[in-house]
C-alpha cells in the first residue's frame, strides 16, 4: 500500500474477528517498530507480545472496562525503559515509546489489520499482572487482528487552525 494511503485509511479499530494474526505478518510489524528512529538510537523500550488468550485477558482486566481489548488475538504492551537511555530519563524514553507504537500501528494498517492505540490503564496494575522488570513503565497497549468493523471516520482539526506560519 501507497505510503500515504496507509496514513488516510489507518482508524482506530476496535472490533476484530478471531482469525489468528500470521506469524509473517506479526514479524513484520515487530521489524518496522525495531527500525522506529530514537533518541540516541538507544531504543529506551521494550515490547511484549501477547498472544495467550489468558494472559490478554489479564491485561485487558486492568484497562478502565476496556475489556474489549482482550478479543484480538495479539496485543503489544510497550513499555518505556529509561535507564536504556543515557541521555536522561525523560522525555526521550516516553517519546521513543510512542514512535515505536505509531510505526507498530502504521505497519498494522498497511498489512490489513487494525489496531487501536490503548493509553487508559493503570500502569501500576498493568505491570505487576505482566510481572515487568523494575524500571519499565507500561506507555501503551496496542490490541491487534483482522477488523471486524468499519469505524466511522474521525474528524480533524482544520489544517488552518493547527499549523501556524511564524515568519
Ligand atoms: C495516546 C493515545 C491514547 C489512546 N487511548 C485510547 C484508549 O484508552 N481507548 C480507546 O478506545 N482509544 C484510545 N485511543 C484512540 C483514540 O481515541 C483515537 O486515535 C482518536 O479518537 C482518533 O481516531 P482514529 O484513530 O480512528 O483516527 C488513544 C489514542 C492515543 C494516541
Redesign the pocket.
Known amino acids: 500500500m501507497d505510503f500515504f494511503d496507509v496514513i488516510q485509511q489507518?482508524?482506530?479499530v476496535?472490533k476484530w474477528q478471531a482469525r489468528p494474526v500470521e506469524k509473517e505478518k506479526l514479524n513484520c510489524i515487530l521489524e518496522a517498530i525495531n527500525r522506529a528512529p530514537s533518541a540516541g538510537n538507544f531504543q529506551a523500550y521494550e515490547v511484549y507480545v501477547v498472544e495467550s488468550a489468558e494472559r490478554r485477558k489479564q491485561i485487558a482486566d486492568a484497562?478502565w472496562e476496556?475489556g474489549f481489548i482482550a478479543n484480538a488475538p495479539v496485543l503489544l504492551a510497550f513499555c518505556s525503559h529509561p535507564v536504556r537511555c543515557q541521555y536522561a530519563p525523560e522525555p526521550y524514553p516516553l517519546e521513543d515509546t510512542s514512535i515505536a507504537c505509531t510505526f507498530a500501528m502504521l505497519a498494522v494498517t498497511a498489512l490489513g489489520l487494525g489496531a487501536?492505540?490503548?493509553?487508559?490503564?493503570d500502569p501500576k496494575k498493568i505491570a505487576s499482572t505482566m510481572n515487568l522488570p523494575e524500571g519499565q513503565i507500561p506507555v501503551?497497549l496496542l490490541p491487534i487482528g483482522y477488523p471486524d468493523e468499519v469505524?466511522e471516520r474521525?474528524t480533524r482539526r482544520e489544517l488552518a487552525d493547527l499549523v501556524h506560519n511564524l515568519n
Open positions: 489507518r482508524q482506530s476496535r484497562t476496556q487501536v492505540w490503548i493509553g487508559a490503564f501503551a469505524p474521525t
